[in-house]
């Protein structure tokens, strides 16, 4: 048996359970760089358990929908922010946790133009580009300690638009 899962779009109030949603919409909180530059300021929360914040460049591979969902994965120790380096689109998953298990996975299709950032522990699909070249800045959590949490379902998911 397989469970399918249609995709939404991004919203920050749909994805508010699980991160923040950044981009720059509406009124930039204020010009910089001698009025030529609108901030969009503080767009996420960073948040780590220790260690240090870093920025990495992930390169993914171009995905396409239908896409078989059969693992999830979480950070316990820090916050995790992807930012991609083009304006396509890619794809989120998150579920919410029931006591250590990711639990009714919700799929979204962000729109050009955003990232997220998930909140610490938030159960989430691995990074799913849709389009070529897949390049992505994530700032996350580097230290020691284990941060990596994975689940595999027994019975994986379809995920469609």
């Known amino acids: 048996m397989t469970i399918r899962i249609k995709t939404s779009t991004l ?3 749909a994805f508010a359970p699980y991160g923040d949603v950044m981009q720059a919409s509406g009124a930039p909180d204020k010009m910089i760089n001698q009025g030529k530059c609108g ?8 948040d780590f358990t220790d260690g240090q914040a870093g920025i990495s460049i992930f390169k993914g ?20 922010a ?3 380096m083009s304006a396509d689109p890619f794809l989120v998953v998150v579920a919410r946790d029931d006591n250590g298990t990711p639990q009714d996975p919700v799929a979204f299709i962000t729109a050009p133009g955003q990232a997220i950032n998930f ?21 996350d959590r580097i230290g020691d ?3 990596l949490q994975e689940h595999w379902f027994e019975t994986p998911y379809i995920i469609e638009e």
Not at 39 to 46: G, K
């Open 11 to 13: 919203t920050a109030d």
């Open 39 to 46: 901030r969009f300021h503080d767009q996420a929360q960073l």
């Open 61 to 80: 591979e171009k995905e396409t929908l239908p896409l078989r969902l059969e693992m999830v994965e979480r950070h316990p120790m820090g916050s995790q």
């Open 82 to 84: 992807f930012v991609p």
């Open 119 to 139: 909140h610490r522990g938030t159960w989430h699909g691995v990074l799913t580009p849709l389009f070529e070249p897949g390049l992505f800045a994530v700032v």
């Open 145 to 147: 300690g284990a941060n």
